[in-house]
């Protein structure tokens, strides 16, 4: 199954995401501050579950999930970023293309599992990618 590898991909980008939000959500200043605080944590915490669910499906198809940082800096497309102070623009906007980034994986996932007839793995990713599609709205919109 050609997309298991993409998993593996799709679960470091989670590790290295998770790490990255909780960066900004630390260190985000500016006017509002509260908003931006709180939307990263309902995001973190959202794609924790999805990092838990990618890994539950990894060991589902007989594969070990990458548990690593190092494995997770090694394979993600998601850059980690240093702690420092964070507008709130700024912060909304690495966010965006950091959401791009996993929308565009889950759409390949979710297509090519298609392709292999790899149903459960569709169903998941049909979700995920709604899910990018709502914040990816939000961030927009927050961004005018």
């Keep these: 199954m050609k997309h298991v590898n993409l998993l593996q991909k799709y679960l470091a980008?989670?590790?290295v995401m998770n790490v990255k939000l909780h960066n900004i959500h630390?260190?985000?200043?500016?006017?509002?501050?509260m908003e931006v605080h709180k939307f990263t944590e309902e995001i973190y915490d959202s794609l924790f579950e999805d990092f838990?669910?990618?890994a539950e499906l990894l060991k589902m198809k007989?594969?070990?999930p990458l548990s690593t940082m190092a494995?997770?800096?090694?394979?993600?497309?998601?850059?980690e970023i240093e702690a420092?102070?964070?507008s709130v623009k700024e912060s909304l906007e690495i966010l965006k293309k950091d959401m791009e980034i996993m929308k565009e994986l889950a759409v390949e996932i979710r297509n090519?599992?298609?392709e292999e007839g790899d149903f459960e793995t569709?169903?998941?990713?049909?979700?995920?990618?709604g899910e990018y599609s709502k914040n990816l709205w939000f961030l927009s919109s927050m961004l005018k």
């Design 71 to 79: 494995s997770f800096l090694k394979e993600s497309s998601i850059e």
């Design 13 to 15: 980008n989670l590790g």
């Design 62 to 64: 007989n594969e070990m």
């Design 84 to 86: 420092k102070d964070f």
């Design 122 to 129: 569709v169903a998941i990713f049909e979700d995920y990618v």
């Design 112 to 114: 090519l599992a298609d």
């Design 26 to 33: 630390w260190n985000v200043i500016g006017p509002q501050f």
């Design 52 to 54: 838990d669910q990618v």
